[in-house]
């Protein structure tokens, strides 16, 4: 649709959602539109970005649209090897999916291109949900894929999200590295990203808690050494007992809406209070929030607050987030999801 003034100049085109508290989602300025032929080239130019980058080396698992970090409002795509998998959040990316398709296809070779749904997202869009192949056939079962020598299985068809959390690859990275001989916790697990991280770095021994007996099937299936849980994070965590040498904590996001916020505070507060409660001795803890309400600035003092009642002061090592694929448009701050702690606590 056009985007007018108020004196009825052109301003530019986007996606109308009559639905959703976002009306337009703006695609590009000016009079002229370049219609659906926008999407096919910012989709090949996002394609072209990721090829051959550095950084993106050695892994079979790679998004290939960041939403509006590519320029693509509604629509996130991850590759595993020669599947392609679609997410689509909005009314006009939905009613484009053949268009987006045909432009995955020629831009990457792949072989089959699947569609998952983002529910929730396409509820408050008044736009049924889709899943199931585009092109090709549904695979039969989770895919493998190598991360940095590391393997994993991307469960395209019935895990969350796209199948894998790409966006914990340079966090899995340090897990790998800070494993050796330590007592590892990896809360949240899903499939096992971190746990299996630190199985290959030699950790001495690794339990991994999730709530989803789904995730966990698929984590068991690699075979590694690790005490996978099915239980509440929360619950497992109050009870634990103390001696842990590196701890994870990854929940699902606590803050989807704004009004969120305190009560997530609250919940984050809890897990990182009890993390400590259960660190060794100079513990590495490595803490996330995944929304763009919880900021680094909140989170940081989430942690201070969690570290004081704890009576167990932190240095913070560094601060962690998505990777290269995962661009953040600069008039798009929402695109910052994910915040990282890297803490260490002191004595
Ligand atoms: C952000 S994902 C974790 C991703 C994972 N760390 C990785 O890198 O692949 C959040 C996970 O929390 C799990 N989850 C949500 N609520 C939970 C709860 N109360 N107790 C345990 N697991 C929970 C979900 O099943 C999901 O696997």
Known sequence: MRVLSAEGEVLGHGHFSP?????????????????????????????????????????DGVR??????????????????????????????????ETVADALVEATGASRIYERGDA???????????????RGEAPQEPIAIVERGRQYLADVVSGQKTGFYLDQREARNLVERLAPGRRVLDLFCYSGGFALAAAKGGAQSIVAVDGSKQALVVAEASGAVVDWVKADAFRFLRAAEPGFDLLIIDPPPLARRKSDVKRASRAYKDLLLHGLRCAAPDAQLLVFACSHHVGPDLFRKIVFGASLDADRPVRVLGELGAPTDHPVALDHPEGRYLTGLWLEAIG
């Open 64 to 97: 290939l649209v960041h939403a509006e970090g590519d320029g693509l409002p509604g629509l996130v795509v991850d590759r595993y090897r020669d599947t392609v998998v679609l997410r689509v959040g909005t009314a006009g990316m939905a009613r484009r999916r």
């Open 120 to 134: 929730a997202a396409l509820r408050r869009e008044g736009e049924a949900v889709q899943e199931g192949p585009l």
């Open 19 to 59: 639905h959703s508290q976002i009306r337009v989602r703006l695609l590009e300025l000016g009079e002229q539109s370049s219609g659906e032929a926008l999407l096919t080239e910012r989709i090949h130019a996002a394609v072209k970005r990721r090829s051959g980058h550095p950084l993106l080396e050695g892994c």
